[in-house]
């Protein structure tokens, strides 16, 4: 992951509501065993219809994306973040994102920045053909005007997209914590470890729907 | 004790956190992790490119559904048959290419007990009340329904839960739906939690795990919570549980994957002190009351378009908020429909019975229970689509295939299907569906498909009458 502090440009005054997964990287493109080479079919659907908003010169390669309620929602498909990133969009903005999309985006250094709806709405008009800027140093999305609207993020996720740091690292980092839980665990609930492998002994019941 | 009452959410949430960390968030242990063929391949790629191995592979089991097409698997000398699609060719060849080079369990597409991973899951009794269950798809929340607290994860956390069998999670709100009274009529699990997302919306419950309590759940078989619980995300919410009790101990006992002897008298024993402790707080709570419930349907492209069967495609100037308005007339463009019109003169081209949501044997018995003696109307093409091999091996014992291929339904092998377009099982352009399955988004079922949600007993309905019916005028 790339290290950012900041992400300013142009932006998509899209803000449509409910954007589901579907919408942001239809199924088909699901086939892929590879992380790279989504951008090609996001909004595959939106950009078949006339005027869209993602063909507009305009905004051609915009790193911000503006759009509505539940942002998202929907399928858990990682693909959406991925296709977002291969488009060369780095921070959403939104009134709310879906959970799992939030987790996605970040874990793939894009920002879901979450603002009133008010606040996205006058973004949307400025955006039409200014761009904005958004700060995860001092958390805030501004213009070239006077607006300046304050965001909140997560610590953790915060410094992450600062430092481009690897969760998996500095998860595996905490190995004896991770090891010291399992030994307790094991005592408390037996059962737990037997897991996928308890089907090799033969029992009663098996075959049951 | 005077210690504070505490949810079922909460009990679940103090038993895995393996540390706290300054900011709140909190490093969780994972007891479950399914695995299919769609989001799995970037997150083995990732372990592989680091070096990295899977820390507890007897804590995870693969099983491949999404791309499987349904049609016949062998030929007639047991022999595999090819995959046509060659990308689906390759995803289900790299599941099972990397569960052999990391060790995970596999349940291959051959198996009698290959199905859908939130069918299989339960089946096998892999999962289990009070375990933490995650899956890199949305519809794990239906493990929930037997008090797992189970939720969909991306291909990133794939990864994460496969080297670390951990998640960095902040702890979710709480809200209880509680559905009180009797269901009437002809009213199913599915009824149920269309009603639910039709009244808190579609993003009601985003940010807040759910409880399903009440009368109406308790009263459920562990395939109908599994219909409510699976929708969970349908309403935003990542999780949705219910409590474990008798009826789930008694579903559990004996499944292959299941504790056995003093660890499973254990286990009941633990399982017993999860339910919520009398008392004990929500951040919310939403009450349904049974009886204002109908066989239901959805009207648009999301599943909060909610409307009983009896009912007719509302006017988009009716809702309050202009946005909906638009998102209204936006769907019913889409879906071809204009206001006023009564949902049951809507003719159908499709009928899919089966998806996560709506494949188990009881689903079948459903369906099965209104074509038993009719036939599938003119022009209409009609799938029923098991969950799991087992669920197909239970069916054709009790004579149910039998029952839906006379009737003109065909009869498939197990897997996602006509839930989502990644298998050569799709509704074409224009063409509109009664679906059990549990989204009716924009091209879900392919490109221009038009999704009515429905329960098992009111698509057979709708197949046997050529048009959205209300099952009870055909129930006896
Ligand atoms: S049946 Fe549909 S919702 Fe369920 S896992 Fe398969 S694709 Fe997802």
């Known amino acids: 992951m790339q290290p950012a502090t900041t ?13 589901d997964t579907d919408v942001i990287i239809p199924a088909h493109w699901l086939k892929t065993i590879a992380r790279s080479g989504l951008g090609k079919g996001a909004f595959e659907t939106v950009r078949a219809q006339e005027g869209n908003i993602f063909n507009d010169p305009r905004y051609a390669g915009a790193p911000i994306l503006i759009a509505g309620d539940n942002f998202g929602c929907g399928s858990s498909r990682e693909h959406a973040a991925w296709a977002l990133a291969d488009m060369g969009v780095k921070a959403v903005i939104a009134p709310s994102f879906s959970d799992i999309f939030s987790g996605n985006a970040f874990k793939n250094g894009i920002v879901a920045v979450v603002l009133p709806q008010d606040q996205v709405d006058r973004l949307l008009e400025v955006a039409r053909d200014h761009p904005v800027t958004i700060d995860l140093e001092t958390m805030t999305v501004t213009t070239p005007f006077q607006d300046r609207f304050v965001f909140e993020l997560d610590a953790f996720r915060r410094q992450c997209l600062m430092e481009g740091l690897d969760e998996v690292g500095l998860t595996l980092a905490r190995d004896t914590a991770i090891s010291n839980y399992e030994a307790i665990a094991d005592e408390h ?15 009663e019941g098996a075959g049951r729907t | ?41 970037q997150a083995f790629e990732g372990l592989r490119v680091a070096g990295r191995r899977v820390r507890r ?21 047991g022999r595999e048959l090819p995959i046509a699609d060659r990308e689906s060719a390759a995803q289900l060849e790299a599941l099972r290419h990397n569960v ?15 199905g859908i991973v939130h069918v299989v899951g339960p089946e096998q009794g892999f999962t289990l009340p009070g375990t933490t269950l995650v899956c890199g798809d949305s519809h794990t929340s239906a493990h929930g329904a037997l ?5 969909g994860i991306g291909t990133s956390e794939v990864e994460h ?7 960095l999670l902040t702890q979710s709100r709480t809200m209880e739906v509680r559905v009180d009274g009797t269901l009437g009529f002809g009213v199913s699990p599915k009824d149920v939690i269309l009603a639910i997302i039709g009244k808190i919306g579609a993003s009601g419950g985003t940010g807040y795990v759910i409880e399903y309590t009440g009368e109406v759940i308790r009263k459920m078989s562990i395939e109908g919570r599994l219909t409510v619980a699976n929708m969970s995300i349908e309403g935003g919410a990542r999780a949705g549980l219910i409590a474990p009790d008798e009826t789930t101990f008694a579903y559990l006992k004996g499944r292959p994957m299941a504790p056995k002897g003093a660890d499973w008298d254990k286990a009941v024993a633990w399982w017993r002190t999860l339910p919520s402790d009398a008392g004990a707080r929500y951040d919310r709570t939403v009450t349904l009351d049974a009886s204002e419930i109908a066989p239901s349907l959805t009207w648009g492209t999301s599943p909060e378009d909610v409307v009983p069967i009896t009912g007719s495609v509302p006017d988009p100037e009716s809702f309050a908020d202009p946005a909906k308005q638009a998102a209204a007339r936006k769907s019913l463009d889409y879906m071809g429909l204009t206001p006023g019109m009564r949902m049951e003169d809507v003719g159908v081209q499709h009928v899919f019975i089966g998806s996560c949501t709506n494949s188990r044997i009881e689903d079948l018995r459903a369906a099965a229970r209104v074509a038993d003696g009719r036939h599938v109307a003119d022009g209409v093409r009609a799938l029923v689509v098991p969950g799991s091999g087992l669920v197909k091996r239970q069916a054709e014992a009790e004579g149910l295939d039998r029952i839906f291929t006379s009737a003109g339904f065909e009869w498939r092998e197990p897997g996602c299907s006509m839930c989502l377009a990644m298998n050569p099982d799709k509704v074409p352009p224009g063409e509109r569906c009664a679906s059990t399955s549990n989204r009716n988004f924009v091209g879900r079922q392919g490109p221009g498909a038009r999704t009515h949600l429905v329960s098992p007993a009111m698509a057979a309905a709708a197949a046997v009458t050529g048009r959205l019916s209300d099952v009870r005028t055909l129930m006896r």
């Open chain 1, 7 to 19: 992400v300013s440009g142009r932006a998509y005054p899209w803000g449509a509501k409910n954007v």
């Open chain 1, 189 to 203: 609930r037996p059962w737990i470890s037997g897991g996928s492998r308890n089907a090799s002994v033969v029992v």
């Open chain 2, 1 to 41: 004790m005077a210690s504070r009452p505490l949810t079922l959410y909460e009990k679940i949430w103090a038993a895995h956190v393996v540390e706290r960390r300054e900011d709140g968030t909190c490093l969780i242990y994972i007891d479950r992790h399914l695995v299919h063929e769609v989001t799995s391949p």
């Open chain 2, 57 to 77: 592979p007897n804590l995870t089991l693969a099983v491949p559904d999404h791309n499987l097409p349904t049609t016949a698997r062998v030929d007639a000398a």
């Open chain 2, 100 to 114: 052999a080079e990391f060790e995970v369990p596999y349940i291959d597409a051959l198996a009698a007990e290959q």
């Open chain 2, 147 to 151: 008090g797992a607290l189970a939720f």
């Open chain 2, 161 to 167: 839960v496969l080297a670390t069998q951990t998640l």
